[in-house]
DNA sequence: TGCATTCCCTACTATTTCGATAGGGTTAAT
DNA sequence: ATTAACCCTATCGAAATAGTAGGGAATGCA
């Protein structure tokens, strides 16, 4: 299941997206327009900043902002950020890799080789739809 | 991440599925076979007898042995059973669904499109793959 | 300069989920 | 009767998740 500071995060660069000719948003007003707990949304947006999509301005006039160009920005990305890996078992991931600490071999575990297949068609999905697609979509 | 509640109960399934002429499996032997905690385990089986993936003997020589056709298992049932949906978001659910409590509108929620599609291509997945067939790869 | 506005950052707390254990009860074979 | 095996519920500790607290720093404007 998302998380829910998954699926927040995603709600708010949506709105960002979506109002991206206003200047910088506050938290606040996205706070407000998607029912979000102000300070968790605080905390959310300040991964999303260190993660490279999203930019802030302080003080009067300041919020944040988009930093890369959303139909550059996909869903994968997102979730990776907020939530980790997208891998179902740590030694299929692609950016966490891990050794299954229970699992004396990859390359006879059954497990690894479906959750490889489920990987992999998942990614596809999420790779496949960026955050422009997304905030049109979500207006309509 | 798939729980080791539901990873073991793979594991477990696979064993059972691989030794199924030996007639019913104690817990002991599976839990030794593959390093999973007896007690931990014997409340895994549990929950898949309940769903009518397993059955049992009682007393001295008894097991637990399948229930049904290996090859009418499949991943996607399993899962469900252990890990709950498969969606990653209540509203998508087939077996599990719920109205997300922070979402106005699914009709016109981005997230719930994207997630319908990322639910139906893991679905695709997990549906071709029967115990049956991952017992084969496993002792390759 | 002073003040309001807005983000910055760390730490903390409450709740839920997960992994595992405990322990006694029931059934069946010999 | 004894022993091997499953049955079932409750509980516990650790980790993850959701959310809160509170002061600090930068910026814009009067």
Redesign the interface.
Known sequence: ??S?KT?YG??AL?YICGHKSDGPIPIATIAEAE?ISHKFLETILLTLRKGGILASKKGKGGGYYLLKDPNEVF?SDIIRLLSG?I????CVSLNFYEKCD?CPDEN????N???L??RD??L???KA?SLAQ??L????
């Open positions: 299941m998302l829910k699926k995603i709600k949506t029912n869903m890996p891998a179902m078992v740590p229970d006879t575990c059954g497990i080789r479906l959750m297949e489920v068609s998942t596809k999905v999420l739809k997304l905030t979509e979500s207006s309509k």
